[in-house]
């Protein structure tokens, strides 16, 4: 058994094989005994991130919910859940989790391992809310990370990118359920985004402004908001800073049908098939395409807009759409938003990657002066001294997972680009 290619196909990875491991056992075994391996997740990052030369390691076997602890408000899951599963199990146990990304679609190890996000100024990215991960290292032995840990490795850890080991076991903090509802507002001006900035995105649980340049003009606000108990709709304002309330369910890349989408329209329901975009049941966003995201500090947003902005007539004819989403600052090492409240541009391009190769560098010069860090599972040109001083405990990362797996087991062409060459 081996995967071709990552979910968009637009990546073919070289692994000549793929091992499906059923138990703790059977991974460490696997480990042990191979001198090189790549753990593979739901294949949902659009680089080569996830790939190999070796073997890959899938833990899609390994789905279990193991516990929910009650007195710790805190979940157990083994590496290879999907949120769109852990939610609906969440759901019915009457809890909840406090983000999710676009999409239900995605491992909980693998979107944690890359720092994914949703959007919402006061919501962390979802790796924010792990409290505890059991990785088999390099030699096939456990090692088990905790936040209450007194030397702080587990800040490294957590968004580890693979390097570190493999992920069986993550612990996560979870909250009480909410219902929530979603409302979408069609034609917000750029010139209110510039004004408004911090107000727009702060109107809401989780606030996603869409654009695909093709004016100046975001096509889209998607508004996402906790709904009061026993509420069935809630009816929206008509107008949001000059852009109109829709009346129907729209799909935030322009033209395409609102099947796959979440309920819109202020019918409320719970809080996991409102917060992504995309229901489980149907393929997320455009399908084929690419994906770019660079997350700025929030005080560089509105310079950071005005750049791209200015670039628009190059970058819409490659576009499917553009989402504009806040992230609260952390402490995880890899993060993009380290220490620092941020603001995620992220791009979905139609599957051009001559075209996007091209206009990419132009971007990321443009988001230079503003410390703009790519997302770790999108694709991005910058080179590896660009990248590496945006990320500044890496130099301490590099020691972790040295420490954990000196020979380089885990390490692929892409981690020891950007991470383990300086
Ligand atoms: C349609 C679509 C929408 C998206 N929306 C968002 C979004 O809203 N927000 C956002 O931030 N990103 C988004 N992404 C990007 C996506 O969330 C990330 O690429 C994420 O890492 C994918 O998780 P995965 O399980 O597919 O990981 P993979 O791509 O398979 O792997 C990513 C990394 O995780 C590591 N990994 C995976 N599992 C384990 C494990 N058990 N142990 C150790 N390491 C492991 C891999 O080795 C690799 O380094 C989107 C992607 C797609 C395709």
New binding site residues.
């Given amino acids: 058994m081996r995967y071709e290619r ?3 196909g637009n990546y073919t990875f070289s692994a000549a094989e793929c091992h499906l491991p059923e138990n703790l056992e059977e991974v460490q075994a696997l480990v042990a005994s191979s001198s090189r391996l ?9 680089n080569g ?2 790939d190999t030369t070796a073997a890959h390691l899938s ?1 899609e076997r390994m789905n279990r919910i193991l516990s929910l602890d009650r007195d710790q408000n805190r979940v157990t899951v083994e ?2 859940v ?1 949120y769109g599963d852990l939610c609906s199990y969440l759901h019915e146990q009457g809890y909840a989790l406090h983000n999710l ?3 239900p ?7 944690c ?6 959007s919402g100024e006061a919501n962390g ?2 790796a924010t809310v792990v409290y505890s991960l059991e ?1 088999v290292k390099a030699d096939g032995e456990l090692v088990t990370f905790t936040r209450d840990d007194a030397n702080g490795e587990f800040f490294g850890a957590v968004v ?9 076991k993550i612990t996560l903090d979870v909250v009480p359920a909410f219902n929530m509802t979603q409302h979408v507002y069609e034609g917000l001006p750029l010139s209110e985004v510039r004004n408004n900035f911090d107000v727009i995105v702060s109107s809401g649980y989780s606030v996603s402004l869409f654009s695909d340049w093709t004016d100046t003009t975001f096509n889209q606000v998607w508004l996402k908001q906790t709904a009061p108990a026993g509420a069935d709709v809630v009816p929206g304002a008509e107008q949001f800073h000059g852009a109109k309330l829709s009346g129907v369910n729209l799909h935030p890349v322009p033209g395409q049908g609102a099947d796959h989408c979440s309920e819109q329209c202020g019918i409320a329901g719970p809080w996991h098939e409102r917060m ?3 229901k489980m049941a149907f393929t ?2 455009a399908g084929e ?1 690419l ?1 770019s ?1 660079y997350i700025v500090p929030r005080e560089h947003a509105l310079p950071a807009l005005e750049a791209i902005a200015n670039l628009r007539e190059d970058i819409a004819p490659l576009l499917f759409t553009s989402e504009v ?1 806040t992230i609260a600052a952390d402490r995880l090492w890899l993060s993009p938003c380290y220490k620092q409240d941020s603001v ?1 541009f ?1 791009f ?1 391009w139609k599957p051009e990657w001559e075209a996007v190769r091209q206009v990419l560098p132009r971007i990321e010069a443009l988001l230079e002066p503003f410390d703009a860090r790519p ?4 694709l991005f040109t910058m080179s590896a001294e660009q990248l590496q001083p945006l990320f500044p405990k890496l130099p301490d990362f590099r020691a972790l997972a040295l420490r954990y797996d000196p020979e380089g087991k ?1 390490r692929n062409a ?2 020891e680009t950007y991470l383990f060459t300086s």
């Fill in positions: 990552n979910w968009a790549k753990v593979i997740g739901s294949r949902h990052s659009f991130i996830a833990m590496g290879g999907r990304a676009s999409l679609h995605i491992s909980v190890a693998g979107a391992a890359t720092a994914t996000h949703g990215n979802l990785i580890g990118l693979g390097a570190l080991g493999v992920v069986t992504p975009h995309f997320p966003s395409e994906q995201e989403r995620g992220h979905t997302h770790w599972g999108k885990f892409y981690l």
